[in-house]
T-cell receptor, first 112, second 115 residues
């Protein structure tokens, strides 16, 4: 089972920041937080990941709370093309475990 | 190639038939994953390979499903005696390693329809 809890759906106005929350209260010390998104009829696309520190790349920012029990993905200026299902995943790569367990994600609708 | 390639993109087969789905990972990626996705659901893990060996096949639903990666590159997912419930999009992904913090790249999937 997925170790994360996300809202089922969210709306965001085009040009505004989209803030997608994720709870992962059972995360262990060696597990990363990953975010992927899936645009209709396409394979999932990697967005960003982090362990403890906040991270930023050209797509998004990831804010992880100090206790690591929750995180927020921020799309700073959402566009219509950001409409997708966003998945928050906690996972540890290494040893015999190397898979990403997807939940149902958050369906983000960016509206004009 | 530039990304993960899956063939065919669509496959329609009759109940009871055997099918093979192919995945070409990104060159140099040692880890390869298979998922399947039913309508309205997130991808469901099936199996992953580290090199030629299956490191975790705990997601395979039953013994009708089998996957190989004989040379550590291309992988084939094989489904015997297909059932209508096997209809789904089958996704393949690859990553450079299985070290922590490695991103996985997904293909566009093969849509399997069992009639």
């Amino acid at each position: 089972d997925a170790k994360t809890t996300q809202p089922t759906s969210m709306d965001c106005a085009e040009g505004r920041a989209a803030n997608l929350p994720c709870n992962h209260s059972t995360i262990s010390g060696n597990e990363y937080v990953y975010w992927y998104r899936q645009i209709h009829s396409q394979g999932p696309q990697y967005i960003i990941h982090g362990l403890k520190n906040n991270e930023t790349n050209e797509m998004a920012s990831l804010i992880i709370t100090e206790d690591r029990k929750s995180s927020t993905l921020i799309l700073p200026h959402a566009t219509l093309r950001d409409t997708a299902v966003y998945y928050c995943i906690v996972s540890y790569y290494g040893g015999s475990q190397g898979n990403l367990i997807f939940g149902k994600g958050t369906k983000l609708s960016v509206k004009p | 190639g530039a990304g993960v390639s899956q063939t065919p993109s669509n496959k329609v087969t009759e109940k009871g038939k055997y099918v093979e789905l192919r995945c070409d990972p990104i060159s140099g990626h040692t880890a390869l994953y298979w998922y399947r996705q039913s309508l309205g659901q997130g991808p469901e893990f099936l199996i992953y390979f580290q090199g030629t060996g299956a490191a975790d096949d705990s997601g395979l639903p039953n013994d009708r499903f089998f996957a190989v990666r004989p040379e550590g590159s291309v992988s084939t997912l094989k489904i015997q005696r297909t059932e209508r419930g096997d209809s789904a999009v089958y996704l393949c992904a690859s990553s450079l390693t299985v070290a922590g913090g490695t991103e996985a790249f997904f293909g566009q999937g093969t849509r399997l329809t069992v009639v």
